[in-house]
């Protein structure tokens, strides 16, 4: 940031009630017309001063050393402000007194910060935070600095330089040059949020940067699979086994709405007798630390049973044979393509297969599919009753096609 004027004037400064003796030396700081005066802890006499020089006039040892001094001064000053307007910071009057007298706020860099708090987080891993969660803000963390390099030219900025341009840049770097979809870029922006926060709550930012910032995700079709496309994957054969244990975990799933990483992390402790006498599970979701109870329907049992002895299972402690969440998707890609099923299918299917096909659409109330689903709120599971009406809007178009 650019100053229009900047003087500086060493001067003596004269009292009120002044009549005789030394008068203290001032340093008077001008920029852009605010002035601020600051003491130069020195004192001289008023005859033997220079007004036009700023200086004690004479050639004698003690004259040599306040001379000396007054110069380490103004160099001191001008550095201040050299360093302000190549870090583009604000430059004030009061600034830069600031600065000289060591008052001025400690600068605070974004990525520095950051880094500072993912390594709180990576040290708190699986007692506070999920491993997904460090997983988030690392690449959010690798992306804004990205975005900083391509903004900036620079490694890092000053915190203050955060502001709603800042933010809808970042948001426009993300869509173009990283060509991430909208609900995507809101979610890294949401995370690059919670670091503004901390610097919000601690006082070291005045404002909000996220201030009037909209952070809207768009509403996308959340896609599960028909009755019909279920029954086609359960009755499947498959030449190779794999295929048929990830095609069994996924139904699982279907029939439980549990996510990857629940049902990889899945214990023998975790199946108990309801209040019915039946079996549930009683888990809590990983990303959300929110209870689920979910009471086991026939299929999940079935599978549960189908793998009580599995080699696998036993030596990893688990109830089912779950692969890496990338193997399993991509085992899931094939079977989609054997069963003929025209829809990508993902270990995350499974979770909105249950939460409309298995369970909305056969008329489990709402409130029941939340709290099987871990949500923390009911607007969460409402995302599905859309999927809900379609189904609804195609029996009804059959219905029509019988009655007449």
């Given at each position: 940031?650019?100053?229009?004027?900047?003087?500086?004037?060493?001067?003596?400064?004269?009292?009120?009630?002044?009549?005789?003796?030394?008068?203290?030396?001032?340093?008077?700081?001008?920029?852009?017309?605010?002035?601020?005066?600051?003491?130069?802890?020195?004192?001289?006499?008023p005859e033997k001063w220079n007004i036009a020089a700023g200086r004690k006039n004479g050639t004698k040892e003690d004259v040599r050393i306040l001379n000396a001094y007054l110069d380490t001064l103004q160099a001191k000053i001008y550095e201040i402000h050299r360093r302000l307007v190549e870090a583009d910071e604000e430059i004030t009057a009061e600034i830069i007194r600031n600065h000289l007298n060591g008052t001025a706020a400690k600068s605070r860099f974004i990525i520095a910060l950051f880094q500072e708090h993912n390594d709180r987080v990576a040290n708190l891993v699986n007692k506070d935070f999920a491993p997904g969660t460090l997983s988030r803000y690392k690449t959010t963390l690798d992306h804004s600095r990205d975005f900083i390099s391509w903004k900036y030219k620079a490694d890092d900025i000053d915190i203050f330089k955060?502001?709603?341009?800042?933010?809808?840049?970042?948001?426009?770097?993300?869509?173009?040059?990283?060509?991430?979809?909208?609900?995507?870029?809101?979610?890294?922006?949401?995370?690059?949020?919670?670091?503004?926060?901390?610097?919000?709550?601690?006082?070291?930012?005045?404002?909000?940067?996220?201030?009037?910032?909209?952070?809207?995700?768009?509403?996308?079709?959340?896609?599960?699979?028909?009755?019909?496309?279920?029954?086609?994957?359960?009755?499947?054969?498959?030449?190779?086994?794999?295929?048929?244990?990830?095609?069994?975990?996924?139904?699982?799933?279907?029939?439980?709405?549990?996510?990857?990483?629940?049902?990889?992390?899945?214990?023998?402790?975790?199946?108990?007798?309801?209040?019915?006498?039946?079996?549930?599970?009683?888990?809590?979701?990983?990303?959300?630390?929110?209870?689920?109870?979910?009471?086991?329907?026939?299929?999940?049992?079935?599978?549960?049973?189908?793998?009580?002895?599995?080699?696998?299972?036993?030596?990893?402690?688990?109830?089912?044979?779950?692969?890496?969440?990338?193997?399993?998707?991509?085992?899931?890609?094939?079977?989609?393509?054997?069963?003929?099923?025209?829809?990508?299918?993902?270990?995350?299917?499974?979770?909105?297969?249950?939460?409309?096909?298995?369970?909305?659409?056969?008329?489990?109330?709402?409130?029941?599919?939340?709290?099987?689903?871990?949500?923390?709120?009911?607007?969460?599971?409402?995302?599905?009753?859309?999927?809900?009406?379609?189904?609804?809007?195609?029996?009804?178009?059959?219905?029509?096609?019988?009655?007449?």
């Open positions: 940031m650019l100053t229009k004027n900047f003087s500086l004037l060493f001067y003596l400064k004269r009292r009120s009630n002044y009549v005789s003796g030394n008068l203290p030396i001032y340093i008077r700081i001008t920029i852009n017309g605010q002035r601020v005066e600051i003491t130069a802890q020195r004192e001289c006499e955060l502001n709603h341009e800042f933010i809808t840049d970042f948001e426009y770097w993300l869509k173009s040059v990283r060509n991430i979809g909208h609900n995507t870029a809101i979610k890294y922006l949401a995370t690059f949020k919670k670091i503004v926060i901390i610097c919000i709550k601690n006082g070291w930012l005045p404002r909000d940067p996220f201030h009037a910032y909209k952070m809207s995700k768009r509403e996308v079709d959340r896609t599960a699979l028909t009755a019909e496309e279920l029954s086609k994957i359960s009755k499947k054969k498959f030449d190779h086994e794999r295929l048929g244990q990830v095609r069994d975990i996924f139904l699982f799933c279907c029939y439980t709405g549990l996510a990857y990483i629940d049902v990889f992390k899945m214990s023998r402790s975790e199946i108990i007798t309801g209040i019915d006498g039946e079996k549930w599970l009683v888990i809590k979701r990983q990303k959300t630390d929110s209870p689920s109870r979910i009471p086991l329907l026939p299929q999940a049992l079935s599978i549960l049973k189908k793998y009580d002895k599995d080699p696998q299972c036993e030596i990893k402690g688990q109830l089912l044979p779950v692969l890496s969440n990338q193997k399993m998707n991509s085992y899931l890609k094939e079977i989609a393509v054997l069963c003929r099923i025209n829809k990508v299918i993902t270990f995350h299917l499974a979770r909105h297969t249950f939460a409309t096909t298995v369970t909305l659409t056969n008329g489990v109330p709402m409130e029941s599919v939340s709290k099987m689903l871990g949500h923390r709120n009911l607007k969460t599971t409402q995302q599905y009753a859309k999927i809900v009406d379609v189904k609804v809007s195609e029996d009804m178009k059959k219905l029509k096609q019988i009655l007449k």
